[in-house]
């Protein structure tokens, strides 16, 4: 493979796609995982209690997830056509909506679809680093903890224990602003990650994305500059927000517990042949 224009090709390529993962990587991985639990917990709640059951969190949750849709549909200039925050509906499913349009002829309008349908993770991530910090007692000393392991995903990794550990101490469960802190923090979890229809409209933002660091890609291994390293290094800056999405998954994984222990057996009462 001697050919200059496919081994320049693969050397683009390659570097993209490590970029790619190592920038979005961990946030695909980690809303699949909220997404799974999240369908799995509410499939428990309508199991045991109908549609309803699963508003104990969505009323709370739902306003969040949307809000993030209209700030960032805002952001990206769309068009604001309907907005229903909280607005259930036992025929369709449907917890609430934000309706939006742009010009397809608009780079920016469509990239932001990506940002857009991803808004509800970013946005919740954000609004419970805000809870952590203003609510626990010891949450300025877990977001000083998180911010100095923030330089690899190793000291990260090394930092959750001591995270978790700090976040359900005797004396923060000894408080009722934890308990508050625990249950908006299930409801935000439980309806942080996009739906189906969310997932849908990011592609074509996506697409924009894979195009922009190709093009930029190109242009530096011309110019014989490897960006590579100062991109991977700038995505360690993202890990406090990896770590608070780890928070949240961690919250989904408890709730969804939560549900098997104590709903399951409600519905089977209720319903010893269901």
């Not at 001591?162 to 923090?185: A, E, G, H, Q, T």
């Not at 942080?192 to 930029?216: E, N, T």
Request: aromatic share 18%; proline share 3%; glycine share 6%.
């Amino acid at each position: 493979m001697d050919n200059p224009f496919v081994i320049f090709a693969l050397e683009v390529l390659k570097v993209t796609g490590i970029q790619l993962l190592g920038v979005f990587g961990i946030f695909f991985f980690l809303g699949f995982l909220l997404s799974l639990f999240q369908t799995w917990t509410n499939n428990n709640y309508m199991r045991a209690f109908g549609w309803k059951g699963v508003l104990w969190t969505a009323w709370l949750g739902t306003p969040f997830h949307e809000l993030g849709h209209y700030l960032f549909a805002k952001l990206f200039r769309h068009n604001i056509e309907e907005v229903a925050l909280f607005e259930p509906n036992s025929e369709t499913g449907g917890l609430g909506h934000v309706e939006h349009s742009y010009k397809k002829s608009s780079i920016y309008q469509t990239l932001g679809n990506f940002f857009i349908g991803a808004a509800p993770m970013i946005f919740g991530v954000g609004i419970l680093t805000l809870l952590m910090y203003f609510i626990l007692p010891n949450g300025k000393d877990i977001i000083t903890l998180l911010l100095s392991a923030k330089d690899s995903t190793t000291s990260l990794l090394q930092a959750m224990p001591d995270v978790f550990f700090m976040i359900f101490s005797k004396s923060n469960i000894s408080s009722w602003y934890f308990w508050l802190f625990l249950y908006i923090s299930f409801a935000i979890s439980a309806h942080i990650a996009p739906s189906k229809y969310d997932r849908r409209g990011m592609w074509s933002g996506f697409v924009w994305i894979v195009i922009i660091v190709l093009l930029v890609n190109i242009a530096t291994i011309l110019l014989r500059f490897n960006i590579t390293s100062y991109i991977l290094h700038s995505a360690s800056y993202l890990n406090v927000f990896v770590a608070i999405t780890l928070y949240a998954l961690v919250m989904s994984i408890l709730h969804y517990f939560f549900t098997l222990l104590i709903i399951t057996p409600i519905r089977i009462l209720k319903h010893p042949r269901g």
